[in-house]
């Protein structure tokens, strides 16, 4: 099990808003000992799928070729660290 704090850093966002995963109901959490806990297989899950899906049109550019992975090209470019919240 995971502290939010802990759980911030393996994901790469804010403690904030892991909390706002655990209120909303999309991240489950256990409370022991007056801290949130959450598993850690819950959170990859979580983190593993994309926020929004793309629209159909956007996997092409307008000469026919595959997008890249804009996403992952901006984190690599970053060398994996995210803009501050």
């Known amino acids: ?4 704090a802990e759980a911030a850093v393996r994901s790469g966002r ?3 808003t892991i909390r ?3 209120r909303a109901g999309r991240l489950p959490a256990h409370r022991t000992g007056g801290r949130l806990l959450v598993d850690p297989e819950e959170l990859d899950a ?3 799928r994309p926020a929004h ?3 159909p049109g956007w996997s ?3 000469w026919g070729t595959r997008q890249p992975d804009w996403v992952a ?3 690599r470019a970053r060398g994996g660290r995210r803009l501050a919240q």
């Open 60 to 62: 092409r550019t307008t």
């Open 1 to 4: 099990m995971l502290t939010i």
């Open 20 to 22: 706002r995963w655990v």
């Open 14 to 16: 804010g403690a904030e």
């Open 53 to 55: 899906d793309l629209p």
């Open 46 to 48: 979580l983190t593993a």
């Open 73 to 75: 090209e901006l984190r």
